[in-house]
Structure formats: structure tokens, C-alpha cells
Nanobody, 115 residues
Framework: QVELVESGGGLVQPWGSLRLSCAAS????????RGWYRQAPGKPRELVAA???????NYGDSVKGRFTISRDNGRNTVYLQMNSLKPEDTAVYYC?????????WGQGTQVTVSS
């Protein structure tokens, strides 16, 4: 079993920055892909960014050039640096972690961009 703990969400003004963290703990032998997804009210969950075990990255079109995903394998932690935030970035952000044979999601952290 793997537990994911997300942190770093909150209220920020437009054009501000936030850094999300997602720490994995538990029975971890290896971690494959990690990613961040988000879901705004009334909308489907969408990919924000993903990073493979080889550190290849993939971003949703709406965040390219503003968000950066990274991972620290020694700490089993994945980060999402969010810059130039816009009101449309407001959503619950979820961490996803894939291990051999299983897939885990965090509980979500709220990000609100508003003046």
C-alpha cells in the first residue's frame, strides 16, 4: 500500500506562484510515472503535468511554459511549480503515482487564484 500526501495549495493572486508537493510513503519498491491532475467544479479531471521514471515530462496545453514538474526519487516526492497563475487554474489538484501493478491518487489540494 502506498500513501500520498499533498501539500502547498492555497489562495494566491493572479500572476502569483505556488509550489505543490506530493510525498509517497509505504510499501514502495519502485515508482514509475508520477503526475498532477486537476478538476474544477463542473469539469472533468484533466492532466496538468506528468513525469516518467526517466524524467521525461508531458504538460497540458493550458499550462505549458508556466508550470514545471519535477521529482526527487530519494524523497519519493514529486513537485509542481506553478508560475503566472490565472483564475482559470483554480481547481483541486491531485497527485497520481504509478508503481508496478498499481495506481494511486492523493486526496487533493485546493488551489484558488483570485484577487
Amino acid at each position: 500500500q502506498v500513501e500520498l500526501v499533498e501539500s502547498g495549495g492555497g489562495l494566491v493572486q493572479p500572476w502569483g506562484s505556488l509550489r505543490l508537493s506530493c510525498a509517497a510513503s509505504g510499501s514502495i519498491l519502485s515508482i514509475n510515472a508520477r503526475g498532477w491532475y486537476r478538476q474544477a467544479p463542473g469539469k472533468p479531471r484533466e492532466l496538468v503535468a506528468a513525469i516518467s521514471s526517466g524524467r521525461s515530462t508531458n504538460y497540458g496545453d493550458s499550462v505549458k511554459g508556466r508550470f514545471t514538474i519535477s521529482r526527487d526519487n530519494g524523497r519519493n516526492t514529486v513537485y509542481l511549480q506553478m508560475n503566472s497563475l490565472k483564475p482559470e487554474d483554480t481547481a483541486v489538484y491531485y497527485c497520481r503515482t504509478t508503481v508496478p501493478g498499481n495506481d494511486y491518487w492523493g486526496q487533493g489540494t485546493q488551489v484558488t487564484v483570485s484577487s
